[in-house]
Each structure stands twice: as structure tokens, then as C-alpha cells.
């Protein structure tokens, strides 16, 4: 009986499973490899939903162009998309006036490089573009004289308002 007790432990031990160290090691690997799975997709997903729109206004500046009596102030406002997503720029406002009612033929541009297009349909700037817009003011508006300040406001198509103050030279 004592042989065959011999012989049934030297099997049990000759098919002994993986020590509980390795298999804690083991166990703690694949914990790890999974939660950097989840965290890389949910990263993803995150991303995707935290995009935002932000221009900056970088500067604005006023001149006086043409001659008396049919002169006009052209402002030009140099934007930067500095949020994360596309922004869609659909209207430009001074004193709350939507700029198409000052009587200049070329109400407002949008420059792209050397380009300048009419502002009609809406306009993108991509993340990290640089922009500039041109406003045109005509002179015959007895409200508008030279030293008033006026508020120029570029509505975007996410609801955003981006604000700047420009003192007519």
C-alpha cells in the first residue's frame, strides 16, 4: 500500500499546476494589459465628444479708404481657430447691425492668403488656421465719425460670439 502511495504522489506532483506566484504575476499582466486597452479606447471615444470651437481675435485694424465725400473705414480683424474642431463663421455684425446694411458694395470679405471672397455662404476656419475678415463701413452714416469706437461681432454657426472694439481713424 505504502508503494502505491509513493507512486500516486510522485504523479500528483509531476502534474502540479503553476505556482501561485506565477500565476499572480500572471494574472496581474493581463489586468494591466486590459486596463490600458480601455483607457486608449475610452480616449478615443472621449476625444471624439471634447472637441470645441474657439477663434481668437489676434488684432483689429481701422483705415480710412476712397476719397471725400464717397469714403469708407475698411476694417480688417486677423482671427486663429485655436480651439480643437472646425469653426464655421456665418455672420459679422457691427453695433449689432448685421454689416450688409452699411451700403458698401463689398459688405464684408473673408481672406484666405491672397484670396478674398465675398462672405456670403459660410465660411471654415480648420484648427490652427489663421483668417482675416474685412469689414466695410461706408462713410454717410451720420452715427459713424471718425474716433467712435464700434463693436464688430463674427457669429459662428456653433452659437459662438467673438468680440472686438475698433476705434474709426
Same mark, same amino acid.
Given at each position: 500500500m505504502r508503494a502505491l502511495r509513493n507512486k500516486n504522489s510522485k504523479a500528483a506532483r509531476s502534474r502540479r499546476a503553476v505556482s501561485p506566484v506565477i500565476a499572480t504575476v500572471i494574472l496581474v499582466a493581463i489586468a *494591466?494589459?486590459?486596463?490600458?486597452?480601455?483607457?486608449?479606447?475610452?480616449?478615443? *471615444?472621449a476625444g471624439s465628444f471634447t472637441q470645441f470651437e474657439k477663434v481668437e481675435i489676434q488684432s483689429g485694424v481701422c483705415s480710412k479708404e476712397g476719397t471725400d465725400p464717397d469714403y469708407y473705414w475698411q476694417i480688417e480683424i486677423k482671427l486663429k481657430n485655436t480651439g480643437t474642431a472646425t469653426s464655421t463663421l456665418i455672420g459679422v455684425f457691427v453695433n449689432e447691425v448685421e454689416v450688409t446694411a452699411y451700403d458698401v458694395n463689398e459688405p464684408y470679405t473673408f481672406t484666405t492668403g491672397e484670396a478674398v471672397t465675398n462672405m456670403t455662404t459660410a465660411e471654415t476656419i480648420n484648427s490652427g488656421d489663421t483668417r482675416a475678415i474685412r469689414v466695410y463701413i461706408a462713410c454717410n452714416y451720420e452715427l459713424y465719425t471718425s474716433g467712435t469706437t464700434v463693436n464688430i461681432k463674427i457669429h459662428s454657426a456653433g452659437g459662438m460670439d467673438y468680440i472686438k472694439l475698433i476705434t474709426l481713424v
Open positions: *494591466i494589459t486590459v486596463s490600458v486597452a480601455v483607457a486608449y479606447w475610452m480616449g478615443g *471615444i
